[in-house]
């Protein structure tokens, strides 16, 4: 999934994404590119 797909995501299913990216053990790139889209989320949300 590349990043613009991943700002076209609502936070529940950025979270299911997630969930998944750890559970399947998917690579570190991936799981950091979610994180960081997750930290994106919450700083343009509380600023």
Sequence with gaps: MDPITLKQLSNKQLMTVWRHA???????????MLKKEMKRRVIVTYK
């Design 22 to 32: 750890k559970k399947q053990r998917h690579s570190e790139e991936y799981i950091a």
